[in-house]
């Protein structure tokens, strides 16, 4: 069965008809907060429902369980908080009961009721969130960066996103119909900023065995120099299902969402958001939305045992890697083979050879993946 969403009812805060027409007119009257692409990617996610049940930005009681517990305050299990910060000039003037205008690139695109005005401990959050206080990590560095006070309440979407690959976004409203159409019952999720290599491949595939289909779930947005394309990795997983997997097992469909590199908290997070997509089961990697060395290989494992209640299964799948003894990709669970024989694919290796224009091998990537990735000019952000 599609899973239920989380909290029971899947949000939906886009303004549409007559609803839109008045907000869009308000908006232009009422006191304006210019906020970053990552806000504004955090209002689609609320107002499209993969954040459900939240309708908005998190009032502090909420915001304070979520740091302390990874609950919200009527215990449904929620590890992120979602938060809003502006400068108190900003804010001067307005009171809690107001609506104010949020403002993308000059466009309002959501109108918000201020239902709550708090301050915030920025060490507290880092700590409680990314577990350092470091700033060589990009979530903390990020949090510092923060403003002073953080507002709380519900938001309403009156200018969707525009982008080159809309056409590749699904959200949870259409996934899930899309599931019952195809009359999938139990459905995986699986994450990804990268091209697939013959690892991601393994992995996607023994969850397959157990599955009706994937989801295979690519993040659109914001990316760091050195990533791949969304593009590349579009036609590069195109070239894979085409090729070898069965028909209608697969739905390839961007994500538009921020990575927080959260570690534990935020493999949390990953698998309530796919709960709202409808998926049954998430894939929860080595190291999942790790940066550096800040958590342990297998912490984001661990963490899913404080969470029974979830709703969602995690799947904790081993990293794949190229036995020479095997024949084939195989991971330590069912390989008696020692280290001589492993050979274990590097993202860093594979965009190495990308850049120097170089086929990889077999066991690394498929060729016909290999091709499409080499036929664009530049298939990496700058």
């Known amino acids: ?59 502090q009681e909420d915001y304070l369980y979520v740091l302390d517990d990874m609950r919200l305050s009527n215990d449904l299990p929620w590890t992120i908080p979602i938060v809003l910060d502006v400068d108190p000039e900003e804010i001067s003037g307005v009171k809690e009961g107001d609506d104010i205008a949020l403002y993308h690139k000059g466009e309002p695109v959501a109108v918000m009721r201020v239902e709550e005005i708090y301050g915030w401990d920025k060490k507290k959050h880092a700590q409680s969130v990314y577990k350092t206080l470091d700033t060589g990590h990009p979530g903390v560095k990020k949090t510092f960066e923060m403003k002073e006070l953080l507002v709380g309440g519900t938001i309403d979407l009156i200018k969707d996103l525009e982008h080159p690959l809309m056409h590749r976004i699904l959200w949870p409203a259409e996934t899930r119909i899309l599931f019952r159409e195809k009359g999938w019952k139990k459905i995986v999720a699986f994450q990804t900023r990268n091209v697939p290599h013959r690892g991601h491949e393994y992995v996607q595939k023994a969850a397959l065995t157990f599955t009706d289909g994937i989801l295979i779930h690519p993040l659109i947005g914001w990316k760091k120099p050195g990533d791949y394309k969304d593009e590349v990795i579009f036609a590069a997983y195109e070239a894979l299902i085409k090729h070898y997997y069965p028909e209608n097992v697969t739905v390839l469909a961007g994500l538009v969402m921020n990575m927080r590199y959260a570690g534990p908290r935020e493999a949390v997070h990953h698998a309530i958001v796919r709960k709202n997509f409808g998926c049954t089961h998430f894939i929860i990697g080595r190291d999942h939305a790790g940066v550096g060395d800040y958590y342990g290989p297998y912490e984001a494992w661990e963490i899913f045992d404080e969470f029974p209640d979830l709703g969602i299964v995690p799947l904790f799948i081993r990293e794949a890697f190229y036995c020479k ?52 000019k530049d298939p990496f952000v700058h």
């Not at 290796?349 to 690394?364: F, H, S, T, V």
């Open 1 to 59: 069965m599609v899973s239920r969403p989380h909290g029971g009812k899947l949000v939906n805060r886009v303004a549409h008809g007559k609803r839109l027409e008045h907000l869009r007119a308000e908006a232009q009257e009422l006191p304006r907060i210019d906020i970053s692409y990552e806000k504004y990617i955090d209002i689609l996610d609320i107002a499209h429902g993969a954040f459900s049940p939240l309708e908005g930005f998190l009032l």
């Open 325 to 376: 003894k095997c024949g084939g990709m195989v991971n330590e669970k069912i390989c008696p083979h020692p280290e001589e024989y492993r050979i274990r694919i590097s993202g860093t290796k594979l965009r190495k050879m990308i850049r120097e224009g170089k086929m990889p091998p077999e066991y690394m990537m498929r060729p016909e993946v290999a091709r499409v990735v080499l036929s664009f």
